[in-house]
């Protein structure tokens, strides 16, 4: 497989995640389209061939990645558990809406050590999801990032 293989071309969001506000759509669109824009993304146990596609749900606290190849053929589906996320994604939370809440009516310097803690849980979340998801799928630590905050929408209804 050449590393042009390897990476996503499609990533969808289960449909009974629903909409949410504003600030949290922008965050899923944004991640979406940097996802697709650029990644590493391997199913460590596929002997084929990508590039994959990627549909994420979330289904009893746990998070499902069932990849697909470009024609839609199915290549392998993981379930894992949320418990080792559950602590930087709810800290992620708090802290983006505080973040969010001063964009609106805070000092730039307050904004900036805001979003400065904002982007440390985000890495340390990334991080885990990038353990959690070892042995199963080769991601690297860009496109761990853009997972996380894909993960974190669907638990976020803003």
Not at 90 to 118: H, N, Q, T, V, W
Not at 132 to 140: A, F, Y
Request: proline share 3%; net charge negative.
């Amino acid at each position: 497989m050449t590393a042009s293989d390897a990476r996503l071309i499609d990533v969808e969001l289960d449909d009974t995640i629903g909409r949410s506000t504003p600030d949290v759509e922008h965050e899923r669109a944004v991640a979406i389209f940097d996802l697709i824009e650029e990644n590493s993304f391997r199913p460590v146990s596929d002997e084929g061939t990508g590039p994959y596609k990627l549909k994420i749900s979330l289904v009893e606290s746990r998070l499902i990645f069932a990849i697909s190849r470009e024609s839609g053929d199915d290549v392998v589906t993981h379930i894992l558990s949320l418990t080792p996320l559950r602590k930087v994604i709810k800290d992620y939370f708090l802290i983006c809406e505080s973040y969010y809440d001063a964009i609106r009516a805070s000092s730039p310097s307050k904004i900036e050590a805001i979003d400065m803690g904002r982007r440390g849980l985000h890495n340390e979340g990334s991080q885990a999801l990038m353990d959690r998801l070892g042995g199963k799928i080769d991601v690297d630590f860009d496109t761990a990032r853009r997972l996380f905050t894909l993960v974190c929408v669907l638990h976020w209804r803003g």
